[in-house]
């Protein structure tokens, strides 16, 4: 069957864009990077009464205006020829931020269909939007719908495919407030939905003619204007002018505020019961995004996550233990009774089960910790917090927005760095990647715990929670130096809509957790399995074969070569050592890889955790050495799929291994310093 209509599907992140492609692609997906860019390209087909529609799903961006990778790709595929049609996905329940990027893709005159999603969450908070008066006011389909529900779905691609050859908006009534009655020779309010300011206008009108004389067969000579007016660096090098009398200085800024004049006019004439959610919001705003307050505030609410991460964790993971303990003791009766052999007992045992089963037990509070920052992504605070850390980011050279992969950092860093395609400049990216890291993903946490209630006891919380905050003030730190010794500052400003706070939706949250325990499930079931089967196997087998004692093994040998350089420190122990560099796969090993080495069946469980503390504390481990080992797994290079991340989107192998190496150093001086400080403490 030929493809007859494609269609694009474009809005600002968060959506719910991809949530609605998905609804009509099903398992029809293909996903694939942009030619010659990291940027993720997902494709997939529909049919629609026996035709068949190719659709694109469009990086999530704020606006057309080239500046960060994704709104370069998003830019350059709307304007091709491939696109038919293009739907604007925007959030019916923050129209206001979501409509700037609408009057752009307007301005590009090719057939736009509105996709007002989660109108399901607009009619929840008692709002009402004019789905009669909005579309007069834009000139083009307006359809509300929930992808959430797959409601309004029919409708919205029976719009999009009868749109296809509208070359004019549709009959428009509005009337801005743009000051004075206009004295321009055309009604272009007759014409376009956004209508500029005279002195604007004049300008837009004789560039036209430029532009048509000069470049015979350009389409769409308004956009172009525009483009160039606003000094548009790609437009300004493909279709130059020399027109000094007319471009005789950057218009963006105007340009960009009569939008906004023009989306207040909108929102005034098409929202019903907004100003008393608007006022609720700025009343939050004014205590959690205080100059003075907003920092201790955030401080305060992520000590709150940890808090509830380690009670409330710990109280569910107490019942994993016991049913870790209990498939360990039947496992060991079980096997002994067919009569298996004691060195496999060993190796399922005290290699899958230990390894497996103690990273298991860390999931409640896993999942406590990605349930909380769920809870504040979805609430609409995060946001808030990239703006409180702006101050702080700007004196570091970065901006607030780079704050953001930071925060995602405490997920998992592979996201996390990717998010740093945000950013506009590339040296800012590059600094980000580098910093972002320090994060403490949700992966080091088993290490923190474990650690953490050996050592420290009632104070295991807070120990744990200097972690995050060790990571955020080191991570400043290399930011600032860096931003030192950097000759070439470029001035960073943030640009970030605040959304309105909402209750979080509970359907949102419950698929974002258990997204992130799947992933971590399967890590257990595949990277943690494989790592465990291969650290029994090196602990257990040596230059003679099998040994019996653990220090003729291989991986004593290749842990006593490195002890030197660990022993500085405070982690000279060729087991600690061997943990460690299993943890490059993947940081929850290292816990893992402990039990294995020192031969502990539950780790996790209050008789493995004493078990673990005698043994150590026989060879000189105590509460400093502990924290030094904390400090180092924050600090020291990332998992491999983290490595493999930064390859990709810095496309340097060279600048990939001076991260490793950085980080390595980074945490190798931190761990001496915490440690030779505890020890005169």
């Known amino acids: 069957m030929k493809e007859e209509l494609s269609i694009g599907f474009i809005g600002n992140p968060n959506c719910g864009k991809t949530t609605l492609f998905n609804a009509y692609t099903g398992a029809k997906l293909k996903v694939a990077n942009w030619p010659g860019v990291t940027v993720e390209k997902k494709e997939g087909a529909m049919k629609y009464h026996e035709h068949l529609f190719k659709l694109v799903d469009l990086p999530g961006i704020y606006s057309l205006t080239s500046y960060t990778m994704e709104e370069k790709v998003s830019r350059n595929y709307i304007l091709s020829d491939d696109v038919d049609v293009i739907i604007d996905v925007v959030d019916a329940s923050a129209l206001e931020r979501n409509l700037y990027l609408t009057l752009q893709l307007i301005e590009l005159g090719k057939p736009v269909v509105l996709a007002l999603n989660m109108m399901d969450i607009v009619e929840e908070r008692g709002m009402e939007i004019d789905m009669h008066r909005l579309p007069e006011m834009l000139g083009i389909p307006a359809i509300g719908v929930s992808a959430r529900k797959k409601t309004g779905l029919e409708i919205l691609m029976h719009a999009a495919s009868h749109h296809k050859e509208v070359q004019r908006p549709d009959p428009l009534v509005h009337q801005h407030k743009l000051g004075e009655v206009s004295k321009h020779p055309h009604n272009h309010h007759e014409e376009y939905a956004m209508v500029y300011s005279d002195l604007i206008e004049d300008k837009i009108d004789l560039i036209s003619e430029v532009l048509a004389e000069k470049y015979s067969g350009l389409k769409n000579l308004r956009w172009h204007a525009i483009k160039l007016l606003e000094m548009d660096l790609e437009i300004m090098e493909k279709y130059p002018i020399d027109r000094p009398d007319i471009i005789d200085r950057s218009y963006e800024k105007d340009i960009i505020n009569q939008k906004y004049d023009f989306i207040e006019e909108i929102i005034e004439e098409v929202v019903v019961n907004k100003s008393q959610k608007a006022a609720f919001t700025d009343k939050i705003d004014s205590l959690l995004t205080n100059r003075i307050l907003g920092l201790p505030i955030f401080l305060g609410i992520m000590a709150i996550v940890f808090f509830l991460t380690f009670t409330v964790g710990d109280y569910l993971k107490g019942y994993l233990e016991i049913l870790l303990d209990w498939i360990s003791q039947g496992t060991i009766s079980g096997l002994e009774l067919i009569g298996t052999h004691p060195m496999m007992v060993s190796l399922i045992v005290d290699g899958i089960i230990a390894g497996v089963g103690g990273i298991l037990t860390f999931l409640p509070n896993i999942f406590i910790l990605f349930l909380a920052l769920a809870f504040l992504e979805d609430s609409g605070y995060m946001s808030r917090v990239a703006y409180v850390m702006d101050g702080i980011m700007g004196k570091i050279g970065l901006s607030g927005r780079a704050f953001i992969p930071m925060l995602l950092g405490f997920g998992c860093s592979v996201p996390a760095i990717m998010a740093s395609r945000a950013l506009e400049n590339r040296r800012d990216r590059f600094k980000t990647i580098l910093i972002t890291p320090f994060m403490s993903c949700s992966a080091r946490l088993p290490i923190y715990v474990l650690f953490s209630q050996m050592f420290f006891a009632k104070h295991a919380m807070l120990v744990a ?217």
Request: net charge neutral.
């Open 465 to 681: 929670y200097s972690m995050y905050v060790i990571g955020i003030v080191v991570a400043i730190l290399v930011a600032l130096v860096i931003s030192l010794m950097d000759k070439k500052k470029v001035e960073n400003t943030l640009l970030i809509e605040l959304p309105e706070y909402k209750a979080p939706n509970a359907r949102s949250i419950a698929i974002y957790v258990w997204e992130k325990v799947k992933d971590y499930l399967i890590k257990a079931g595949t990277t943690i399995f494989i790592a465990s089967v291969i650290m029994w196997l090196i602990s257990n087998v040596g230059m003679t074969g099998f040994v019996t004692d653990m220090g003729d093994s291989f991986a004593a040998q290749i842990g006593k070569a490195l002890v030197p350089i660990f022993r500085p420190i405070g982690l000279g122990y060729w087991q600690i050592v061997v943990a460690l560099i299993s943890g490059i796969a993947a940081k929850e090993i290292v816990v893992a890889s402990c039990g294995v080495l020192y031969g502990i069946g539950n780790i996790n469980s209050s008789q493995g955790m004493s078990d673990m503390v005698s043994i150590l504390a026989a060879v000189g481990f105590g509460a400093a050495n502990a924290y030094a080992l904390m400090v180092f797994c924050l600090l020291y290079v990332p998992c491999a799929a983290t490595i493999a991340t930064i390859k990709k989107e810095t496309e340097s192998i060279k600048y990939t291994l001076g991260i490793v190496a950085f980080q390595v150093l980074m945490a190798w001086l931190m761990a001496f310093i915490v440690y030779h400080i505890g020890l005169l403490l």
